[in-house]
């Protein structure tokens, strides 16, 4: 339950990051997942829709942006968004190493 811990900890930085602020209530959290983060978005928001119960986010909408790793051929200078770790570039062959999509982190919310 990779999720649920993650879940976990975003609602620690939502709750503390809300009360700096003098927040009452969390509307609305808008997240930046990676593609390569490892995290399934359903199951992310099912742990958030958990772990949110009882606290001053209890009604907050969990948003998700996907964003995707992308790699730079060294070889034809082709450039893809990719899912895996390490690929053939389909315009010649080369092997290439992607960069990004292990992105994780709040970017912003709306709170009252
Ligand atoms: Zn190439």
């Not at 990051?17 to 509307?27: C, E, W």
């Amino acid at each position: 339950m990779h999720e649920l811990s993650v879940a976990t900890s975003l609602m620690n930085i939502i709750v503390e990051s809300a009360k700096a602020d003098g927040a009452l209530r969390v509307l609305k959290v808008n997240l930046v997942v990676g593609n390569m983060a490892g995290i399934v978005a359903d199951s992310l928001k099912d742990c958030f829709d958990t772990v949110k119960e009882g606290s001053i986010a209890d009604k907050a909408e969990l948003v998700i942006e996907e964003v995707k790793a992308t790699a730079l051929c060294v070889e034809c200078g082709g450039k893809f968004e990719v899912e895996q770790n390490m690929f053939n570039c389909p315009k010649c062959g080369e092997v290439v190493l992607p960069s990004g999509g292990d992105d994780l982190y709040i970017k912003n919310m709306e709170v009252e």
